[in-house]
């Protein structure tokens, strides 16, 4: 791993990226040519700071002594909703013009952004209409409609998914706001890392989890405008490791079926995402499931908060290679606190043979 002022391959950036040229991973150059920039997340930050928690940067010694390195965990379990998702659904709703809202938003997902964008449209008092597939837990099905969501089922498969949320789109006139793949929510999404260098400027690396990539791509661009040299980094499930296998490859790579603990990370990359993870990511590292259950474990013990395994992924890449962190300054971005507790017993017992 070859870090921040270690060689020539420390990427150049400009402090103010713009929708032009942008640098691509390593020592080579390229072009992207749309996408939101720095000063977009800087727009973004001011315009939901009324509406979302700045959530705490943690710390924990006895963490730091397992890895030799000093770990700084920003918080998004803490967020309203449990997770990140709510500063990109409330970036794109806050965005709308009032022609726009009047009419509703629309979205797709049986996570944490239907949730988020419920919490997003009541704040602005309108309507938003929710698809979730017929199988979501009842748990999230109350979340959204306890946010005032409106929620239409379908199949549990993308088609139905899509299809059903355009049949919305042409029925009521509303906004569809994509779970990940929209320029607003990258911007909101990168408020996040944004935060966290402005408490703790001097990083040398960045770790964000990466499922369709809406995250870790606002993560990459608050990165590359604050602090250019820094090493950006996704993580990821071994056994769902799309994300990875699209940079590899130079094209995108359709998530495999869901086999990992990390719900909240078994999505495809979008038409978004990948250029700006292709143009701005270092790397994407894998963690097995073993090494998930045990980071979120870790941080549950140590630190006494509540993560989900998508989170904890971040932690489970830094512990399972110490070597390659040791002595460094990591930023880690805790993603969500939305735990399937009997889920997680099961994994807690398939892994340790402790009954969780």
């Given at each position: 791993m070859v870090w921040a002022g270690d060689s020539a391959r420390v990427i150049r950036a400009a402090q103010e990226l713009s929708k032009a040229a942008l640098p691509v991973r390593g020592s080579t150059i390229g072009l992207m040519t749309s996408g939101p920039g720095f000063s977009d997340l800087r727009a973004a930050q001011e315009r939901i700071r009324p509406y979302v928690h700045r959530t705490p940067v943690l710390t924990s010694t006895s963490i730091d002594a397992m890895v030799g390195a000093s770990l700084f965990f920003k918080c998004e379990n803490f967020q309203k909703v449990g997770a990140f998702k709510y500063r990109g659904a409330t970036n794109a709703v806050q965005l709308l013009s009032e022609d726009q809202a009047a009419r509703g938003v629309v979205t797709h997902s049986s996570g944490n952004h239907a949730a988020a964008l419920a919490l997003a449209a009541k704040m602005r008092n309108i309507a938003a209409y929710i698809v979730m597939p017929r199988t979501a837990p009842r748990i999230k099905q109350a979340a959204v409609e306890g946010y005032g969501g409106r929620i239409t089922f379908c199949e549990p498969n993308v088609k139905s998914r899509e299809e059903t949320a355009a049949q919305l789109v042409e029925r009521t006139g509303a906004t569809l706001i994509h779970p990940f793949d929209d320029e607003n929510v990258i911007a909101g999404q990168g408020t996040a890392a944004l935060e966290l260098l402005e408490d703790v400027p001097d990083l040398d690396a960045m770790l964000a989890p990466v499922g369709g990539g809406g995250l870790l791509s606002g993560t990459a661009i608050a990165c590359r405008g604050i602090r250019p040299g820094i090493r950006v980094i996704g993580c990821e499930p071994a056994v769902a490791a799309d994300a990875a296998e699209s940079l590899r490859v130079g094209s995108i790579v359709p998530a495999r079926p869901p086999a990992s603990i990390c719900d909240g990370l078994l999505?495809?990359?979008?038409?978004?995402?990948?250029?700006?993870?292709?143009?701005?990511?270092?790397?994407?590292?894998?963690?097995?499931?073993?090494?998930?259950?045990?980071?979120?474990?870790?941080?549950?013990?140590?630190?006494?908060?509540?993560?989900?395994?998508?989170?904890?992924?971040?932690?489970?890449?830094?512990?399972?290679?110490?070597?390659?962190?040791?002595?460094?300054?990591?930023?880690?971005?805790?993603?969500?606190?939305?735990?399937?507790?009997?889920?997680?017993?099961?994994?807690?017992?398939?892994?340790?043979?402790?009954?969780?």
């Amino acid at each position: 791993m070859v870090w921040a002022g270690d060689s020539a391959r420390v990427i150049r950036a400009a402090q103010e990226l713009s929708k032009a040229a942008l640098p691509v991973r390593g020592s080579t150059i390229g072009l992207m040519t749309s996408g939101p920039g720095f000063s977009d997340l800087r727009a973004a930050q001011e315009r939901i700071r009324p509406y979302v928690h700045r959530t705490p940067v943690l710390t924990s010694t006895s963490i730091d002594a397992m890895v030799g390195a000093s770990l700084f965990f920003k918080c998004e379990n803490f967020q309203k909703v449990g997770a990140f998702k709510y500063r990109g659904a409330t970036n794109a709703v806050q965005l709308l013009s009032e022609d726009q809202a009047a009419r509703g938003v629309v979205t797709h997902s049986s996570g944490n952004h239907a949730a988020a964008l419920a919490l997003a449209a009541k704040m602005r008092n309108i309507a938003a209409y929710i698809v979730m597939p017929r199988t979501a837990p009842r748990i999230k099905q109350a979340a959204v409609e306890g946010y005032g969501g409106r929620i239409t089922f379908c199949e549990p498969n993308v088609k139905s998914r899509e299809e059903t949320a355009a049949q919305l789109v042409e029925r009521t006139g509303a906004t569809l706001i994509h779970p990940f793949d929209d320029e607003n929510v990258i911007a909101g999404q990168g408020t996040a890392a944004l935060e966290l260098l402005e408490d703790v400027p001097d990083l040398d690396a960045m770790l964000a989890p990466v499922g369709g990539g809406g995250l870790l791509s606002g993560t990459a661009i608050a990165c590359r405008g604050i602090r250019p040299g820094i090493r950006v980094i996704g993580c990821e499930p071994a056994v769902a490791a799309d994300a990875a296998e699209s940079l590899r490859v130079g094209s995108i790579v359709p998530a495999r079926p869901p086999a990992s603990i990390c719900d909240g990370l078994l999505t495809s990359l979008g038409k978004h995402t990948f250029p700006i993870l292709r143009a701005m990511v270092d790397e994407i590292l894998l963690a097995e499931e073993s090494e998930i259950v045990r980071a979120t474990m870790t941080i549950m013990q140590r630190m006494k908060i509540v993560v989900e395994p998508s989170a904890a992924v971040t932690l489970a890449v830094v512990l399972s290679r110490r070597g390659e962190f040791a002595g460094r300054r990591v930023g880690l971005i805790l993603s969500g606190g939305n735990v399937d507790l009997a889920r997680l017993a099961s994994a807690i017992e398939a892994t340790t043979g402790a009954k969780g």
